[in-house]
């Protein structure tokens, strides 16, 4: 029933900026971390950033300073800014979100399907 999904990619010339969406929805009772991933045919999943439920965050070395995420608790959203987006950040996008459904429910990670954003030269 809990379904994570991205919006806002696209294809973006070097140094624009682009913000990507993650909403999480369905039969959720709390949501601890949520956070982006991006992945390259070829190449591991890796972490862009996340963020706590409280707003603490943690970026992956080579997007401080370009990229920000940020969330909206209220609509169970995260978001990912990014200002001056180079060739190298061509990829997938994925949202992850630890879910918890019911109060009796672990928490478990939750994945959307992806968001491709390609970045021109």
């Known amino acids: 029933q809990v379904q994570v999904v991205e919006s806002g990619g696209g294809l973006v010339e070097a140094g624009g900026s682009l913000r990507l969406s993650c909403a999480a929805s369905?039969?959720?009772?709390?949501?601890?971390?949520m956070g982006w991933y991006r992945q390259v045919p070829g190449k591991q999943r890796e972490l862009v950033a996340d963020?706590?439920?409280?707003?603490?965050?943690n970026y992956a070395d080579s997007m401080k300073g370009r990229f920000t995420i940020s969330r909206d608790n209220a609509k169970k959203t995260v978001y990912l800014q990014m200002n001056n987006v180079k060739p190298e950040d061509t990829a997938v996008y994925y949202c992850?979100?630890?879910?918890?459904?019911?109060?009796?429910?672990?928490?478990?990670?939750?994945w959307g399907q992806g968001t491709q954003v390609t970045v021109s030269s």
């Open positions: 369905g039969s959720i009772f709390s949501i601890n971390v």
């Open positions: 963020i706590t439920s409280g707003g603490r965050t």
């Open positions: 992850t979100a630890q879910i918890r459904q019911t109060i009796v429910s672990p928490t478990r990670d939750y």
